[in-house]
């Protein structure tokens, strides 16, 4: 062990850079480069703020999951409660100082950005419970007093989130929490459990939701009910993706959304926009780009030889699948809109901001593939 | 070297992993769910959405094609277009509604009522639809316009065509247009694919008999718009097909001239080609202005038109009914000689009046006639000669000879406002008044009063009919170069009854059907018609044309509209001295020239008294009239055929 450790304490920066995983680092710059052309369809063909400000965005984070790939994975793993209690930290500050806009309280004003610390805790929540999980025996896994503290911090997060209110995001956080939870052999009849609980508690909680998330939820169920109110964006999706055709539109062609039809379409719509102007073969592309991406970030998590970074590896994988296919059924009219972004494609800095940090500490992982961390 | 803790952490990690490929399986099965959404959507239903898209994108607005034009015989154009200068709006263009309509009321004339309408129409229609504000401003109005256009936002000075009618005198026959109605859209099939607001369609006369093809097809402006209705740019314009253009027969010259003549009484004028049924004349006084109609009526013109007692709105010549009176002699005459039942020398003697079953029959001549014969009967018009015959022949014979000569049914396609009229027999009565036929109205009706009514247009056709030798013709008003040698066809069927037809003339393609058993009696009433109109004791013999290029054969008649009573019979009231509304209606039908008869023409004055006084100098005038531009009128026909 004594040797193993020498060997990596040892890795010279040449072996760092050797060690980086280029097909993600490569898939990742493509998918930002097309998002930056997707970014200036929707401004209309030209240079203006969404575009700028993307590109900004895209170029400062993506540095900065460069940077982060040679932070050692020690260091996240040690420092892995401290993050996620800061996350929760902003997270009550967005109840007490948050900006609110169109209704709900998400944002954090720092100034050079605004930050949405929910975006950030889809991050946080995995990296501690991967350090929870890695740091229990196998034998209590499955006992109760150890399932208490990973439901206390999956739970505390989702009510702040989910009464900002932001169902979509709460969804996605517990979906990440819950995946590592999956994953370190927690027993299926705990998810079957708390499955039921939830059906039980649901129409408590459907008697807090607002109006408007019931009327979406009930939308999707029949898009038609209101054609000119909550289903437009569901209908006025599905029109943009199915004209689009074979090989779509063309670029900067798309007229549902350059003739204003499309909702949202900087964010939570932007899939629906590229899928219009590049068709079948268009959306097809940006879904083998995900799907390398996913099979890259699951390849490091089986190389990596800490249980620490294997869970933050798979789960992040699949958290990163889950946001990616939750927003493209949305906007394919397979599941109601909540409002969550696609990863990297969308504008939106936190949601960057996140992704490319948990894409730097997966790249960690790959660096100090062979490094124990504790 | 493996410690316990590593061993736990070697099977933590083979959990890990089997947990993690139980995950991936799933992840696949997503991806799957998704890129079939894909399929399903981008490829099995990309025509629907595509549609669907296309449907969001563009927006059309359709533009009012060009009317035809309605012409004469001698291609003068009788229903025309003239440029128009409109104002049209935009609402969604303007930011504030009110305060433009308080400024377009300093630019333009435009009533408070006018504007209340607008309003109501602007909250019925998509923001995005042109409403018009004005249809016909002065040029002042449209350049006064067009120098403040900045300060109007959403309004839109439009130059456009509409309908237009140089002149009043063939108002009834040719008719007017209008805007649309509610009722217009329910029951005219093919105004739904038409439609355009603000368009003017056919009400009346030949505008609505042609409407549907004179209109033309509409075109459009296809615009792209976003998702706020708003435009983004012209994707497509078609400027729709202006209508057909028509010809017709009518002479607007004697149109005109007619109109002059008729001015100031109720009256009308028929004047025919005896053998094409070319309608040269149709005229209906008084007349009224169709360019009143074209732009939305003014609400006291019209009530001057329907409170007029004179009826201008009524086309007389083909919806007013009147009784025939002496004019149907020339039928009783003939249905009685076709039938065998009188010789043309057959005489009976005229005392002024008959008695029959204790009811008394008067004949206008009070002092009567003496010994009368066919000839005479029909010169002196002698009531009881008449009376004699008919009682004889009977109404059923007499009414088949009738409906022959084209009496109590339209005679013209197409026009609404036409009517049938009646002519009576027993039958008839039964099934209309239920009662039985009495011998004394066949006695009336023997000198077309009583039960019969028609149109001054079937009395013209009946003379027609009568003048060309009894061949059955089909009154026209459209032009139609077919048939024009009709005349030669009569001359060479009469000439050789047995031969079959030359090549030549069969190319006419001509059904060619005798109204008679024998001609040689068709020739005695025309001969009886002539002795009335230029021998001395005629009925009109007054208003006879010597020169023999203008010679015409008529017949008087009055049409009752009160009997007289005995005391005013004793009393020799004249028609003259009766109130106006109560005196009878004249008549006179007559052809010409005798010697080769080319036309037939029936006049009708309203309360004129009698047809030998008022009506046959009319008829005079316009025999003149018509015979005189016959010549122009065979040139013009002979150009035609040539081009053809």
């Known amino acids: 062990m004594f040797r193993a450790r020498s060997i990596q304490s040892s890795l010279s920066f040449k072996d760092k850079i050797i060690s980086l995983d280029y097909v993600l680092i490569f898939s990742i710059f493509i998918l930002g480069l097309v998002s930056i052309l997707a970014m200036y369809s929707t401004d209309g063909g030209e240079l203006k703020y969404h575009t700028n400000s993307h590109i900004i965005r895209f170029f400062v984070f993506f540095i900065m999951f460069l940077i982060l790939s040679f932070i050692q994975i020690r260091f996240w793993h040690s420092q892995s409660y401290l993050i996620y209690l800061i996350f929760f930290i902003l997270l009550l500050g967005v109840k007490y100082f948050g900006l609110t806009s169109s209704g709900s309280k998400r944002w954090l004003d720092l100034y050079f950005m605004n930050l949405q610390p929910s975006e950030l805790m889809k991050i946080g929540l995995i990296l501690f419970l991967a350090k929870y999980y890695h740091r229990i025996s196998i034998e209590n896994i499955n006992q109760l007093r150890f399932l208490f503290l990973p439901i206390v911090v999956l739970i505390a997060p989702l009510i702040l989130v989910a009464t900002q209110p932001d169902l979509g995001t709460a969804l996605l956080i517990a979906a990440g929490g819950l995946t590592v939870a999956w994953l370190a052999g927690v027993r299926v009849k705990f998810f079957a459990i708390s499955g039921l609980a939830f059906l039980a508690l649901l129409p408590i909680a459907i008697s807090f939701l607002k109006p408007y998330q019931k009327s979406r939820i009930l939308t999707f169920l029949n898009p038609e009910r209101d054609p000119l109110g909550a289903g437009y964006q569901i209908i006025q999706s599905k029109i943009a993706i199915g004209s689009g055709g074979l090989f779509g539109k063309g670029f900067l062609q798309g007229s549902q959304s350059y003739l204003d039809y499309l909702p949202e379409k900087h964010t939570d719509f932007i899939f629906t926009l590229f899928s219009e102007e590049f068709g079948f073969f268009g959306s097809l592309f940006i879904l083998l780009l995900y799907a390398v991406i996913v099979w890259r970030i699951v390849k490091i998590g089986n190389v990596t030889r800490s249980n620490f970074g294997k869970l933050y590896c798979y789960s992040f994988a699949t958290a990163f699948f889950i946001y990616v296919v939750v927003n493209m059924m949305m906007v394919l009219g397979l599941l109601p809109i909540v409002g969550s972004p696609l990863p990297i494609m969308s504008y939106g800095g936190s949601s960057m901001m996140a992704i490319m940090l948990g894409l730097g500490i997966v790249m960690s992982c790959k660096v100090y593939k062979d490094t124990p961390v504790n | ?644």
């Open chain 2, 1 to 644: 070297m493996l410690s316990p803790s590593s061993g736990n952490t070697v099977i933590k990690s083979k959990l890990i992993s089997r947990r993690m490929f139980l995950l991936t399986a799933a992840k696949a099965v997503v991806m799957f769910g998704i890129v079939g959404r894909l399929i399903s959507l981008q490829i099995n239903e990309k025509s629907k959405y595509k549609s669907l898209s296309d449907k969001n994108r563009y927006r059309e607005w359709k533009l009012a094609p060009e009317r035809g034009v309605i012409k004469d015989f001698f291609d003068k154009e009788i229903a025309s277009n003239e440029q128009v200068y409109q104002v049209h709006l935009i609402p969604e263009n303007s930011k504030d509604i009110e305060k433009l309509f308080v400024r377009l009321k300093t630019i333009l004339e435009i009533s408070d009522q006018r504007l209340l309408i607008l309003k109501k129409i602007i909250k019925k229609q998509k923001p995005w639809e042109p409403i018009i504000v004005s249809d016909n401003i002065t040029w002042s109005e449209f350049s006064r316009l067009n120098l403040f256009l900045h300060e109007l936002e959403g309004v839109k000075p439009v130059v456009s065509v509409a309908r237009m009618y140089p002149d009043n005198s063939s108002a009834h026959i040719l008719g007017y247009v209008s805007q649309v109605s509610a009722k217009d859209l329910q029951t005219k099939k093919y105004l739904k694919e038409l439609h355009v607001p603000g368009m003017s369609i056919g009400k009346t006369g030949l505008e609505r008999k042609l409407d549907e093809e004179i209109i033309g097809k509409i075109g459009f402006q296809r615009y792209e718009v976003n998702a706020f209705g708003k435009r983004v740019k012209q994707i497509q314009i078609n400027e729709g097909q202006a209508g057909k253009s028509f010809k017709t027969t009518l002479d607007f010259e004697v149109q005109r001239y007619t109109n002059e003549l008729l001015k100031d009484k109720a009256a009308a004028v028929c004047v025919m080609d005896i053998y094409n049924g070319d309608i040269v004349s149709l005229v209906s006084s008084p007349t009224f202005k169709p360019n009143e109609f074209v732009h939305g009526l003014d609400k006291d013109y019209w009530e001057s038109l329907i409170k007029n007692k004179m009826r201008p709105l009524t086309n007389k010549t083909i919806s007013g009914l009147y009784p025939p009176g002496s004019t149907i002699k020339t039928l009783v005459a003939l249905s009685a000689l076709e039938n065998g039942i009188i010789k043309p020398l057959d005489t009976f003697t005229c005392k002024g009046k008959i008695e029959l079953y204790g009811e008394k029959f008067h004949c206008w001549e009070k002092d009567g006639h003496g010994i009368v014969n066919l000839r005479k009967g029909i010169q002196r018009s002698c009531d009881v000669y008449f009376y004699e015959v008919a009682r004889k022949l009977g109404v059923d014979r007499l009414s088949e000879t009738a409906k022959k000569f084209g009496l109590g049914k339209k005679v013209l396609k197409g026009f609404i406002e036409e009517r049938p009229g009646v002519v009576p027999n027993t039958k008839w009565k039964k099934k209309f008044i239920g009662q039985n036929w009495y011998l004394g109205e066949t006695l009336h009706s023997g000198i077309g009063q009583g039960y019969f009514q028609s149109t001054p247009l079937q009395l013209c056709l009946m003379t027609a009919q009568i003048a060309n030798g009894g061949f059955e013709i089909k009154p026209r008003i459209l032009f139609d170069k077919k048939n024009d040698n009709l005349k030669n066809y009569i001359k060479y069927k009469n000439d050789n009854p047995n031969e079959p037809l030359p090549t030549d003339l069969l190319v006419s393609n001509f059904e060619l059907k005798p109204l008679f058993k024998n001609q040689e009696h068709i020739n005695l009433i025309k001969d009886a018609m002539y002795s009335s109109s230029n021998e001395p004791g005629g009925t009109s013999y007054r208003h006879r044309l010597e020169d023999r290029k203008f010679t015409f054969a008529g017949k008087t008649g009055s049409s009752q509209i009160k009997r007289f009573t005995e005391e005013q019979r004793a009393a020799e009231v004249k028609q003259e001295s009766l109130p106006y509304k109560d005196r009878d209606h004249a008549l006179f039908v007559a052809f010409a020239p005798y010697d080769d008869p080319k036309y037939s023409i029936s006049v009708l004055v309203e309360h004129g008294g009698s047809g030998g006084k008022t009506a046959a100098p009319i008829a005079k005038k316009v025999i003149k009239k018509v015979l005189e531009r016959h010549e122009l009128r065979k040139k013009a026909n002979r150009h035609i055929g040539e081009n053809v």
